[in-house]
């Protein structure tokens, strides 16, 4: 591909069939070598065209037009817009109108649940236990859970349940022993040492001795005990770690500025190295049973895969797949060496734009925190409406020739606090299910699921347009650091907040969408894991493969999307169509950079989590010799437990501060991009990329001359 380097350009906006723009003037015109796609011929004077001047006609069979023009050159252009207006206004209006049905919602759910019902028992009178009048008798304790077995209770099968007609409550301490009966207006009473409480309830003193030893090892309340003491005498050092992993994350951002080139050739010639190590080692090992004679013909089919491993055959495969990509990799390396320095480039420069603004290194703490007031919302909506509705009872009795029992059916509701004989029993029977509200509790739960999925999304579409703006502001100043706005960050998320929320509402709807299809798919997956239907079973693994692929497509599209709404403030669809056709126009350069930074983002991952995980091991199991009492490790019960905090704390800030410079890369890629296009290094057109690019690419800004 040959450049074009002209003193005067009137215009560049060929359409992507060719890499050369006509130029009109006193300048000569170089073009790239002729294609089949690309039709030659001479402008005729008459025309306007000078003499031994060609230009580039499309084929009309030319594919790449599907990629469009390229951009124009605007004068007035300086990086993100300011004059813009409200994009996808219809799409922001539904989504205001789902934040207000989802708030309904959520009121409802408050005014009819009780999530009471999960966390405190209840015993047969529908008093609550652990709370109220009965603050100190957190238990309920049942007896004779044989007659709960509704094989053995006819009564209870006939009604469809669970339900255990038997009293529930107990109106003294027993001391040995059990009494059965216990009418159900008894008080609630604390329980003996000797009753062990499991999940709100206690066991019978009748229990068998081995029933006994599995509560006992299924004791919750002991295990939360110890947990809560070693949070509790390690939370500092906890909190001292999560610290050193956000200064190795921070620090890991800022010297890639000085150690970018050498780090990525490092971590290739590392890949390299472990493939020739691998092809070094099925050669070995296909060598010394080939001599030891071990073929497959000797084993046949088998299930037993380990097996295999003892053929010669098996090592002589791996090590053909192994040397073709070894192959492959290194063609790669040689054919994209330059745009592997591009990529190294793109992301010192996005070193140092967050060495210009450090603020948004922070900003993921507000998606976090977005996140985690929508996670709450969500949890304690489903938690109301699961618990809404109030409980009945139905009568139960067991002998109904009995005195002033002989109207009593069986069917009928009751009032636990009433018993209009002696021998009835009042029995919990099932939740009340009338009533608008109580019919609808399967629809307002997949309301609340698609909230939450839609205003996750719409969180992290916030976070991301925000700070392409503010990273693309650090792009097109033309003298940096002078240039770059003084509250870059702020201005952005003003500016998102204002005009597009409309778009990031619209993408983060169609992802949403995409999503509840793959969860109806893994539910689906789950219920029909019992089946033989083999058809059955890959339709449904191709369905989710292909829907994964999907989302996928969907999140690279839209981070790109965003990316353009942030820096020209249109709409969504055409922000998506313009990004994907700049992208698609530079595929290769797309797939490489994307490649490298992902491969920099895992080592520093690894870098991160490895070695806040390593040190704490090595501090909490008492391996590290510390004279000072001090600095000592603290006593746990479960040394294990800080160091799984500190390694997942670890890995979520390492992916809080790498998803802000991953966003600064890909944002500064579409601009370089962009700067491609719309300018061509003249003195009416410089381009704007660091001179470390412009060297790579044999470009530079021509000066004004000096009258």
């Known amino acids: 591909m040959t450049d074009l380097t002209p003193t005067h350009l009137d215009s560049c906006n060929a359409p992507s069939w060719g890499d050369s723009c006509f130029l009109r003037g006193q300048d000569t015109w170089i073009q790239s070598p002729p294609s089949p796609r690309n039709v030659q011929h001479t402008l005729p004077q008459s025309q306007g065209g000078n003499p031994g001047v060609r230009a580039l006609t499309p084929s009309p069979h030319d594919p790449s037009l599907s990629t469009g023009e390229q951009c124009k050159y605007d004068p007035s252009f ?14 922001c209006a539904l989504f205001l109108v789902f934040l207000a049905g989802y708030m ?10 009780d999530p009471r019902q999960v966390v405190y028992p209840r015993n047969s009178t529908g008093a609550y236990c652990g709370i109220g009048g009965n603050k100190d008798k957190p238990f309920v304790l049942y007896f004779d859970l044989l007659q709960c077995v509704t094989s053995v209770n006819i009564l209870a099968a006939a009604m469809n349940g669970l339900q255990c007609p038997t009293p529930q409550v107990q109106p003294s301490c027993p001391d040995s022993g059990s009494g059965r009966g216990a009418g159900p207006s008894a008080p609630l ?11 709100g309830s206690a066991l019978p003193p009748e229990f068998t001795s081995p029933h006994r030893q599995i509560v006992k090892s299924l004791n919750a309340q002991d295990i939360g005990t110890k ?8 939370w500092n050092w906890i909190l001292i770690g999560l610290l050193i992993a956000m200064l190795l994350s921070l620090l890991f951002l800022l010297l890639l500025r000085l150690v970018a080139g050498p780090l990525v050739w490092v971590l290739i010639l590392g890949v390299l190295a472990v493939g020739a190590y691998g092809i070094y080692h099925c050669w070995c090992e296909y060598s010394s049973l080939r001599t030891a004679g071990a073929s497959i013909k000797d084993v046949g089919f088998t299930t037993n895969l380990s097996v295999y491993s003892n053929v010669q055959e098996t090592w002589l ?27 190294i480039a793109l992301i010192k420069e996005a070193s140092r734009a967050i060495a210009y603004m450090m603020s948004t290194l922070f900003y993921p703490l507000v998606t976090f925190l977005l996140l985690i ?36 059916s069986g069917n009928e509701t009751c009032n636990p606090m009433y018993q209009p004989c002696e021998v009835v029993g009042c029995t919990f029977y099932a ?54 706005p003084a509250c870059a960050l702020i201005s952005s998320f003003l500016r998102t907040l204002r005009y597009h929320v409309g778009s990031l509402a619209f993408g983060a709807l169609i992802l949403t969408i995409v999503q509840l299809i793959r969860i109806i798919l893994e539910y689906l997956d789950h219920k029909l894991k019992g089946a033989q239907n083999p058809f059955t079973r890959c339709l449904l693994c191709c369905l989710k493969c292909c829907f994964w692929c999907l989302e996928k497509f969907i999140k690279f599209l839209n981070r790109n999307a965003y990316i353009m709404i942030a820096i020209y403030g249109k709409n969504f669809c055409t922000s998506a169509k313009n990004a994907f056709k700049l992208l698609m126009r530079n595929i290769i350069r797309v797939v490489v950079l994307d490649k490298v930074t992902d491969l920099l983002l895992l080592f520093g991952k690894l870098l991160v989590v490895g070695g806040v995980g390593v040190l704490a091991f090595f501090f909490f199991s008492g391996r590290i010799p510390i004279n000072d009492a001090r600095f000592r490790s603290p006593s746990l019960n479960y040394y294990w437990l800080p160091i799984l905090v500190l390694v997942v704390g670890a890995y979520l800030i390492a992916q809080g501060f790498f998803s802000v410079y991953s966003m600064c890369v890909d944002t500064l890629f579409l601009c370089f991009l962009e700067d491609l296009e719309r300018n061509d ?12 690019l412009m060297r790579l690419l044999n470009k530079k800004n021509q000066k004004a001359e000096k009258k």
């Open 227 to 234: 947990i809560f003491e070693d949070f509790a005498s390690s």
């Open 104 to 113: 309904v919602v959520g009121i409802l759910a408050w005014l009819y649940g």
């Open 681 to 692: 290094g003249s003195v009416e057109k410089p381009y704007y990329m660091p001179t470390s």
């Open 78 to 91: 300086r990086g993100p817009i300011q004059k813009r207006s409200c994009t996808d206004v219809i799409c």
């Open 189 to 199: 009473v604390p329980l003996t040492p000797h009753q062990q409480p499991l999940a």
């Open 431 to 484: 939740y009340n299910t009338e009533g608008l509200f109580q019919r609808n509790l399967f629809n307002l739960q997949v309301y609340n699921v698609v909230g939450l999925l839609w205003v996750a999304n719409f969180a992290l579409a916030l976070g991301q347009c925000v700070l392409a703006g503010a990273f693309a502001s650090f792009y097109w100043a033309r003298e940096k650091p002078r240039d770059i």
């Open 373 to 408: 007031i929508c996670v709450a919302y969500w949890a304690m909506t489903a938690l109301y409406l699961a618990t809404s509705g109030t409980p009945t009872y139905r009568v139960t009795s067991s002998n109904s020739s009995a005195p002033g029992c002989s109207s009593i």
């Open 317 to 343: 495969v791996a090590l053909i797949v192994l040397a073709v990509v070894e192959g492959i990799l290194l063609l790669l390396l040689i054919f994209l060496r330059k745009r592997i320095l591009i990529a």
